[in-house]
């Protein structure tokens, strides 16, 4: 079946000007992320959605970054007057259902392609 | 915060030598997950762990999970060309998201 998709996949801005990435995950997902990976580094969690449920943006670097996803399906990530120090792959991932929360285990989550962000 | 540290950063190997990367937590995790990223790619989900003292193997590939559970390491017999790539570790983050460790990236040559 269709796995998590990202557009665009590249994205060149300009200092200051606001971008939208979106994510559509894997249909029957419940759970999506955002996470952002920069040149050699790790994944840095950014937000997570669960169903209806308040999302989690605990990872969120600053007020100028936010998240919706509607329907409870396409995701969509708004980074507002970017800054340089914003460029990155921003990746979206999906799993079935929530995180470990009481149990031992947690749902494979099922990345996207990504978008990598160049901000000039 | 919970940490995750994995070593070493980059590895290096002769195509047939074996290659190990670890992973350590700084807290006692519910369980592990490691996943490979090849270059140009995105992350994909290897395996779980959940028992303490686990160890699990698929094919040249052999995940062990510390008694602990506060280290894992990833050891690959045999490496070949096709095993390149950057290999994460990840506990859980609150249950919800993932912790990643910065990762170890394997090159190998034949």
């Known amino acids: 079946g269709a796995g998590v998709s990202q557009s665009p996949s590249n994205k060149v801005t300009e200092k200051g000007k606001d971008v939208e990435l979106r994510c559509d995950p894997i249909s029957g997902h419940t759970a999506l992320y955002w996470y952002r990976q920069s040149l050699g580094q790790g994944l840095e969690f950014l937000i997570y959605f669960q169903g209806n449920s308040a999302p989690d943006k605990s990872g969120l670097p600053s007020d100028r970054f936010s998240a919706e996803r509607t329907g409870g399906s396409v995701s969509t990530l708004t980074i507002q007057r970017t800054q340089q120090e914003d460029s990155a792959v921003y990746l979206c991932?999906?799993?079935?259902?929530?995180?470990?929360?009481?149990?031992?285990?947690?749902?494979?989550?099922?990345f996207g392609p990504g978008t990598r962000l160049t901000v000039l | 915060g919970q940490q995750v540290m994995q070593i070493p950063q980059y590895q290096h190997v002769q195509e047939g030598e074996d290659f190990t990367t670890y992973c350590n937590s700084s807290t006692t995790l519910s369980n592990i997950q490691w996943y490979k990223q090849r270059p140009g790619g995105h992350p994909v989900f290897l395996i779980q762990l959940v028992k303490s003292g686990e160890v699990k193997k698929q094919k040249r590939l052999t995940f062990q999970f510390g008694e602990a559970k506060k280290n894992s390491s990833l050891h690959i017999t045999a490496t070949q060309t096709t095993d390149v790539g950057t290999y994460f570790c990840a506990g859980p983050l609150g249950g919800y998201a993932l912790n990643f460790g910065k990762g170890t990236s394997l090159l190998v040559t034949p």
């Open positions: 991932a999906s799993s079935l259902d929530r995180g470990s929360g009481g149990s031992t285990s947690t749902d494979t989550q099922y």
